[in-house]
């Protein structure tokens, strides 16, 4: 008897550990389980029409095809990429809230700004390099040197009084005349521009002998012989200026500055969700007409892995830190 009670209080704790289990909420999924299954929104920190806005609409039809979700194009300009950046940093971090920042607002901010609204180191979670677009230093053919060494000559023989325009207070081109001018060790004043078209403009127009700027603004003048290439900014010659030396060849050895741009998401996103991202961004910056049309707008397809992302914007932030510092730059 007392082994049937024994055995009838095990069938019964027995059953009410399944009825417990059988009415207990099932765990909850995965929060990549699923994803996508709604639009995916990409802040994109520049205005319509511009070379990174136009890298990414190239990509947004691969991309809502691959992933089976509409991505959509959200322009959000302003402090330097910061009003765009800081609405990703704040967004869930579920994957449907992507940002495509650049050397500036992910870097150099950090050391431009007294107050930034997000920490672009802990704030984010990298996905890939999008693109990298190199820079080229630009004369008038009537200043009186015709190679990086016979400007920096130039430049130390008139402390102060060279002047070059760049794209405006805090952009990588503004950076990239910084190191120049501190590698060079010849003090040239900085022109602030809004924009690299402008700022090419006034050399054409011999309002400023120099500026430093990106390619688009400046190609077809120097093809034309009415700009003066002394170098571009990147560690190795360009395919579009075959002839004119990098900034390291010509003399300033480790000379490297480019601007570039790249995909972010909010930190916490899950790894699952940022990897499948990076294998669609970088299978699509892969494909040779992509990169054919990307080439034309004067920026190079870069893809990354995540890590490898996350290591270069922890490089550039310590660089940019110190031209900023040596420099005395600031954005008020």
């Known amino acids: 008897m007392k082994r049937l009670t024994r055995?009838?209080?095990?069938?019964?704790?027995?059953?009410a550990f399944l009825t417990a289990q059988a009415q207990a909420p099932a765990p909850a999924p995965a929060p990549e389980a699923g994803w996508?299954?709604?639009?995916?929104?990409?802040?994109?920190?520049?205005?319509?029409?511009?070379?990174?806005?136009?890298?990414?609409?190239?990509?947004?039809?691969?991309?809502?095809?691959?992933?089976?979700?509409?991505?959509?194009?959200?322009?959000?300009?302003?402090?330097?990429?910061?009003?765009?950046?800081?609405?990703?940093a704040k967004a869930p971090p579920d994957g449907y809230t992507l940002g495509v920042g650049a050397a500036g607002a992910l870097s150099a901010n950090s050391s431009l700004y007294a107050q930034m609204p997000f920490d672009p180191l802990t704030d984010f979670a990298p996905v890939t390099m999008l693109a990298a677009i190199p820079f080229v230093i630009v004369g008038h053919p009537s200043l009186p040197a015709r190679t990086q060494p016979e400007l920096i000559a130039l430049a130390k023989s008139q402390p102060g009084k060279l002047s070059i325009g760049h794209g405006g207070n805090g952009t990588a081109m503004h950076l990239s005349a910084a190191l120049f001018s501190q590698m060079a060790d010849a003090r040239i004043v900085a022109i602030p521009y809004k924009g690299s078209g402008p700022a090419a403009m006034d050399v054409l127009g011999n309002q400023v002998p120099l500026a430093l700027v990106d390619l688009p603004s400046a190609l077809q003048h120097i093809q034309a012989g009415k700009l003066n290439a002394f170098a571009v900014t990147s560690p190795k010659r360009l395919a579009q200026l075959p002839e004119v030396p990098s900034v390291a060849e010509a003399g300033l050895a480790g000379y490297d500055s480019t601007g570039w741009f790249g995909l972010v998401a909010p930190a916490g996103t899950p790894p699952a969700i940022v990897a499948r991202l990076n294998a669609e961004v970088t299978a699509a910056l892969n494909d040779p007409g992509i990169q054919a049309s990307m080439r034309k707008l004067g920026v190079e397809p870069a893809p990354t892995t995540a890590k490898e992302f996350d290591s270069y914007i922890r490089a550039e932030t310590r660089k940019w830190a110190k031209v900023i510092r040596d420099a005395d730059i600031k954005i008020n």
Not at 7 to 15: C, D, F, P, Q, T
Not at 59 to 85: F, T, Y
């Open 7 to 15: 055995a009838m209080a095990a069938l019964v704790a027995a059953g």
């Open 36 to 88: 996508p299954s709604k639009p995916i929104r990409v802040v994109v920190t520049f205005p319509p029409g511009g070379s990174t806005d136009a890298v990414v609409r190239m990509l947004v039809p691969r991309l809502s095809e691959k992933l089976g979700q509409q991505v959509i194009v959200d322009n959000r300009p302003g402090a330097g990429g910061n009003v765009g950046l800081s609405l990703v």
